[in-house]
C-alpha cells in the first residue's frame, strides 16, 4: 500500500512528537512537585526567624513600658500603702498613652492579681529579685504576653506592675501572612489559643502536633488522608507556635497545571500537524495558493496573499497574479469613490428638491391665506358697525348688551387675525442691513423685561459686530418671536441663549432653550400656518410661519430641531453677511 508525501510526513511529524514530548511531560511534573514542596520547605525553615522578628521588637517595648509604669511616684505610694484602687486607676491612666492592643497590669504586695490576668506565681518571683521577666502565659481570654516591672520602696518589694497584651487574631493574621502559613498556638497551659486555617482539622492537629517534641526541623505529617507540613517554635515562658502548611492547598495548582499542559501539548501535536500539512501541500501543491487568492478575488476580499514558490515558472504567474489584483483593487477603489461622490450629490439635491416643495407649498399658502383674508376682513368691519348700533339701542337690556359685547370682541379678533395673515403679503422694505449682535442684545433686554418673577435667565453670545443683510425691524421681529416661544416652552424657569457666529457667508443665529423640545411628530410641520402646539388661546399659529417667510424674503433660511447636547429646542437662522464693500461704507 503506496502512502502520499503528505501522509507520510504527517506520520513523522506525530511520532517525533509523541517520542520527545510524553517522557518530557512525566519528568516536568515530577519536577514540578518536588519543586513546589521544596519552596514550602524553605519558607517554614524562615518561620521561626519572622516569629522572633515580629516578638522581639514588641517584647522591647513593652518592658520599656512596663518600666515606664513602675517608675511613676504616684502608682508606687499608693501600692505601698496598699490602696490598690488607686495604684489600678493611676496604671490605667499611664498605659492609656501606650498603644491600644496595651492594658494594665497590677501586683499587690502579697504577690496576687490586683488588675488584669493570674499571673504565674514563678514571674512573680522573678520581679522580687529586680527581674523584668517578659512572657506568654494563658489567660481566660486566651494567651497573652506579660510584661512586669517590680516596685520597689526603699529596697523594698512592695508589688509589681506593668501590662499585658492579648495574643489576638490580628497578631495572628499579621504572623500568618509574614510566613505564609497557617499558624497554630498553644498555650503554656497546653490549650489551643488559636488556629488560622480551616476549622476542620484545628482539633486533630492540635491533639498531634501536642505530642510532638520541638524540632529546628521541618516534619511531614498525614491527617485526614492530607499531608501537612510542620515546623515548631517555642516562645518565652513555654507556648508553642506551629507554622502548619496544608499540602493539599499547596498542591492545588498541580492539576490545573497539568490540565494546561495536556493542552498545550495537544496544541503543539496539532499545529505541527498543520505545519506538516502546510509543507507538504506546498511541496505537492505549489499552484494552491494561486487557486485560493483567485477564489477570494471572486468575492471581493484583495487582501489574499499570494504564496511564492522557489520554481521560476511558478514564481512569475504568482507575480504576474499579484500585479493584477493590485490594478483591479485600485480600480473598484475608484469606482467606489465615485459612487460615494454622487451620493453625497443625490443627497444634496433631494435635500434642495424637499426645501423648493416646502416653498412651493407655502407660498401657495400664504396666497391663500392672503385672499381669504381680504374677503373676510371687509364682511367682518361691517357685521362689527351693524353690531356696535344694535349695541347702543339696546343700552337698557344688560344681557343683549352683553352678547353684544361678545360678538364685537370675537369680530375684532377675526379682523386682527385677518390682518396678520394680509402683513404676510404687504410690501416690506427688503434692502437694508444691521448689526445682527445688537439686535440680539436689545431683544434679549426686551425680553428680560418681560419675564417678571419667572426664574429664566437670558444670556446672548455673540462677537462684538456682525452685519448682516436684513434690516433691523425684520430681524427683530423673528427674533422676538423665536424668544418668546422658548419663554413660552420653558415655564417658570430655565435658561434662553443666543448665539450669534459667521458661518462661511452667512451669519447663524441660534436660539436655544432648555425645554421640553419639540415632538418628532410636530418637527416637520413647526413652520406651517395655523399650526401650534400650545395648550391656550395665545397663539394661532402663524408667528413661526410669519418668522420663516420674512427670513426667506431676505435670502436666508430657517430650521427648527432638538439640542443633541441635553433636552430642549434649537432654532437655527442664517441670512447672508453683508459684501465687504458695503460694510465699510456703513462703517
Same mark, same amino acid.
Given at each position: 500500500?503506496?502512502?502520499?508525501?503528505?501522509?507520510?510526513?504527517?506520520?513523522?511529524?506525530?511520532?517525533?512528537?509523541?517520542v520527545?514530548?510524553?517522557?518530557?511531560?512525566?519528568?516536568?511534573?515530577?519536577?514540578?512537585?518536588?519543586?513546589?514542596?521544596?519552596?514550602?520547605?524553605?519558607?517554614?525553615?524562615?518561620?521561626?526567624?519572622?516569629?522572633?522578628?515580629?516578638?522581639?521588637?514588641?517584647?522591647?517595648?513593652?518592658m520599656?513600658?512596663?518600666?515606664?509604669?513602675?517608675?511613676?511616684?504616684?502608682?508606687?505610694?499608693?501600692?505601698?500603702?496598699?490602696?490598690?484602687?488607686?495604684? @489600678?486607676?493611676?496604671?490605667?491612666?499611664?498605659?492609656?498613652?501606650?498603644?491600644?492592643?496595651? /492594658?494594665?497590669?497590677?501586683?499587690?504586695?502579697?504577690?496576687?492579681?490586683?488588675?488584669?490576668?493570674?499571673?504565674?506565681?514563678?514571674?512573680?518571683?522573678?520581679?522580687?529579685?529586680?527581674?523584668?521577666?517578659?512572657?506568654?502565659?494563658?489567660?481566660?481570654?486566651?494567651?497573652?504576653?506579660?510584661?512586669? @516591672?517590680?516596685?520597689?520602696?526603699?529596697?523594698?518589694?512592695?508589688?509589681?506592675?506593668?501590662?499585658?497584651?492579648?495574643?489576638?487574631?490580628?497578631?495572628?493574621?499579621?504572623?500568618?501572612?509574614?510566613? /505564609?502559613?497557617?499558624?497554630?498556638?498553644?498555650?503554656?497551659?497546653?490549650?489551643?489559643?488559636?488556629?488560622?486555617?480551616?476549622?476542620?482539622?484545628?482539633?486533630?492537629?492540635?491533639?498531634?502536633?501536642?505530642?510532638?517534641?520541638?524540632?529546628?526541623?521541618?516534619?511531614?505529617?498525614?491527617?485526614?488522608?492530607?499531608?501537612?507540613?510542620?515546623?515548631?517554635?517555642l516562645?518565652?515562658g513555654?507556648?508553642?507556635?506551629?507554622?502548619?502548611?496544608?499540602m493539599?492547598?499547596?498542591?492545588?495548582?498541580?492539576?490545573?497545571?497539568?490540565?494546561?499542559?495536556?493542552?498545550?501539548f495537544?496544541?503543539?501535536?496539532?499545529?505541527?500537524?498543520?505545519?506538516? %500539512?502546510?509543507?507538504?501541500?506546498?511541496?505537492?501543491?505549489?499552484?494552491?495558493?494561486?487557486?485560493?487568492?483567485?477564489?477570494?478575488?471572486?468575492?471581493?476580499?484583495?487582501?489574499?496573499? %499570494?504564496?511564492?514558490?522557489?520554481?521560476?515558472?511558478?514564481?512569475?504567474?504568482?507575480?504576474?497574479?499579484?500585479?493584477?489584483?493590485?490594478?483591479?483593487?485600485? *480600480?473598484?477603489?475608484?469606482?467606489?469613490?465615485?459612487?460615494?461622490?454622487l451620493?453625497?450629490?443625490?443627497? *444634496?439635491?433631494?435635500?434642495?428638491?424637499?426645501?423648493? &416643495?416646502?416653498?412651493?407649498?407655502?407660498?401657495?399658502?400664504?396666497?391663500?391665506?392672503?385672499?381669504?383674508?381680504?374677503?373676510?376682513?371687509n364682511?367682518?368691519?361691517?357685521?362689527?358697525?351693524?353690531?356696535e348700533?344694535?349695541?347702543?339701542?339696546?343700552?337698557?337690556?344688560e344681557?343683549?348688551?352683553?352678547?353684544?359685547?361678545?360678538?364685537?370682541?370675537?369680530?375684532?379678533?377675526?379682523?386682527?387675525?385677518?390682518?396678520?395673515?394680509?402683513?404676510?403679503?404687504?410690501?416690506?422694505?427688503?434692502?437694508?442691513?444691521?448689526?445682527?449682535? @445688537?439686535?440680539?442684545?436689545?431683544?434679549?433686554?426686551?425680553? /428680560?423685561?418681560?419675564?417678571?418673577?419667572?426664574?429664566?435667565?437670558?444670556?446672548? @453670545?455673540?462677537?462684538?459686530?456682525?452685519? &448682516?443683510?436684513?434690516?433691523?425691524?425684520?430681524?427683530?421681529?423673528?427674533?422676538?418671536?423665536?424668544?418668546?416661544?422658548?419663554?413660552?416652552?420653558?415655564?417658570?424657569?430655565?435658561?434662553?441663549?443666543?448665539?450669534?457666529?459667521?458661518?462661511?457667508?452667512?451669519? *447663524?443665529?441660534?436660539?436655544?432653550?432648555?425645554?421640553?423640545?419639540?415632538?418628532?411628530?410636530?418637527?416637520?410641520?413647526?413652520?406651517?400656518?395655523?399650526?401650534?402646539?400650545?395648550?391656550?388661546?395665545?397663539?394661532?399659529?402663524?408667528?413661526?410661519?410669519t418668522?420663516?417667510?420674512?427670513?426667506?424674503?431676505?435670502?436666508? /433660511?430657517?430650521?427648527?430641531?432638538?439640542?443633541?447636547?441635553?433636552?430642549?429646542?434649537r432654532?437655527?437662522?442664517?441670512?447672508?453677511?453683508?459684501?465687504?464693500?458695503?460694510?465699510?461704507?456703513?462703517?
Amino acid at each position: 500500500m503506496k502512502v502520499t508525501l503528505k501522509s507520510a510526513l504527517m506520520g513523522l511529524v506525530f511520532l517525533v512528537l509523541l517520542v520527545g514530548l510524553v517522557p518530557a511531560g512525566f519528568v516536568l511534573d515530577r519536577q514540578l512537585v518536588r519543586g513546589m514542596e521544596q519552596n514550602v520547605r524553605d519558607d517554614l525553615a524562615t518561620a521561626p526567624m519572622v516569629l522572633e522578628d515580629e516578638i522581639s521588637a514588641d517584647m522591647g517595648a513593652w518592658m520599656m513600658h512596663a518600666k515606664e509604669v513602675s517608675a511613676d511616684g504616684s502608682l508606687l505610694d499608693a501600692t505601698e500603702r496598699g490602696d490598690y484602687d488607686g495604684a @489600678s486607676a493611676r496604671a490605667t491612666e499611664l498605659v492609656a498613652n501606650f498603644a491600644p492592643e496595651e /492594658r494594665p497590669l497590677v501586683i499587690g504586695g502579697d504577690g496576687a492579681t490586683v488588675l488584669g490576668p493570674a499571673v504565674p506565681a514563678e514571674l512573680v518571683e522573678a520581679t522580687r529579685g529586680g527581674g523584668m521577666p517578659v512572657e506568654a502565659i494563658a489567660t481566660e481570654e486566651g494567651m497573652a504576653f506579660v510584661a512586669l @516591672s517590680p516596685l520597689m520602696a526603699e529596697g523594698t518589694w512592695v508589688g509589681a506592675t506593668g501590662v499585658w497584651i492579648p495574643m489576638g487574631e490580628e497578631r495572628t493574621d499579621r504572623l500568618s501572612a509574614k510566613t /505564609r502559613s497557617n499558624v497554630l498556638l498553644m498555650a503554656p497551659d497546653e490549650k489551643l489559643a488559636g488556629y488560622t486555617g480551616r476549622a476542620e482539622p484545628a482539633m486533630g492537629l492540635f491533639d498531634l502536633l501536642g505530642r510532638q517534641p520541638i524540632t529546628e526541623s521541618v516534619e511531614e505529617f498525614e491527617f485526614a488522608g492530607t499531608r501537612f507540613l510542620v515546623l515548631n517554635a517555642l516562645l518565652p515562658g513555654g507556648a508553642r507556635v506551629s507554622f502548619v502548611r496544608d499540602m493539599s492547598e499547596e498542591l492545588s495548582a498541580v492539576p490545573a497545571l497539568r490540565t494546561a499542559g495536556a493542552t498545550v501539548f495537544g496544541v503543539a501535536l496539532l499545529l505541527a500537524l498543520l505545519v506538516g %500539512v502546510g509543507f507538504a501541500a506546498r511541496l505537492a501543491r505549489p499552484v494552491g495558493s494561486l487557486a485560493q487568492a483567485a477564489d477570494r478575488i471572486s468575492t471581493g476580499d484583495f487582501d489574499a496573499t %499570494v504564496q511564492h514558490s522557489g520554481v521560476k515558472e511558478v514564481d512569475r504567474v504568482a507575480a504576474a497574479f499579484e500585479a493584477m489584483r493590485d490594478a483591479l483593487a485600485a *480600480r473598484i477603489a475608484e469606482l467606489d469613490g465615485a459612487n460615494r461622490e454622487l451620493e453625497d450629490r443625490q443627497e *444634496r439635491l433631494s435635500v434642495l428638491q424637499a426645501e423648493l &416643495v416646502q416653498r412651493d407649498r407655502l407660498s401657495a399658502a400664504s396666497r391663500l391665506l392672503a385672499q381669504l383674508a381680504h374677503e373676510v376682513r371687509n364682511p367682518v368691519a361691517s357685521v362689527r358697525n351693524c353690531l356696535e348700533v344694535l349695541r347702543r339701542r339696546v343700552d337698557g337690556d344688560e344681557e343683549a348688551s352683553e352678547l353684544a359685547d361678545l360678538a364685537i370682541d370675537e369680530l375684532l379678533r377675526m379682523h386682527e387675525l385677518a390682518e396678520q395673515m394680509l402683513d404676510l403679503h404687504r410690501p416690506q422694505a427688503t434692502e437694508g442691513d444691521c448689526d445682527a449682535a @445688537s439686535v440680539a442684545e436689545d431683544v434679549a433686554a426686551v425680553v /428680560r423685561v418681560g419675564l417678571g418673577d419667572r426664574e429664566i435667565d437670558v444670556d446672548v @453670545s455673540a462677537p462684538e459686530s456682525l452685519a &448682516v443683510d436684513i434690516p433691523a425691524d425684520p430681524l427683530k421681529q423673528v427674533l422676538l418671536n423665536l424668544m418668546q416661544n422658548a419663554q413660552d416652552a420653558l415655564g417658570d424657569e430655565g435658561r434662553i441663549e443666543v448665539r450669534v457666529e459667521a458661518f462661511d457667508d452667512n451669519a *447663524r443665529i441660534d436660539v436655544v432653550d432648555t425645554g421640553p423640545g419639540i415632538s418628532d411628530d410636530a418637527l416637520p410641520q413647526i413652520f406651517d400656518p395655523f399650526f401650534t402646539t400650545k395648550a391656550d388661546v395665545r397663539g394661532v399659529g402663524l408667528g413661526l410661519f410669519t418668522a420663516a417667510g420674512i427670513v426667506r424674503s431676505h435670502g436666508g /433660511r430657517i430650521a427648527a430641531a432638538n439640542r443633541a447636547d441635553g433636552a430642549g429646542a434649537r432654532l437655527t437662522i442664517e441670512v447672508p453677511l453683508v459684501e465687504p464693500t458695503r460694510h465699510e461704507a456703513m462703517a
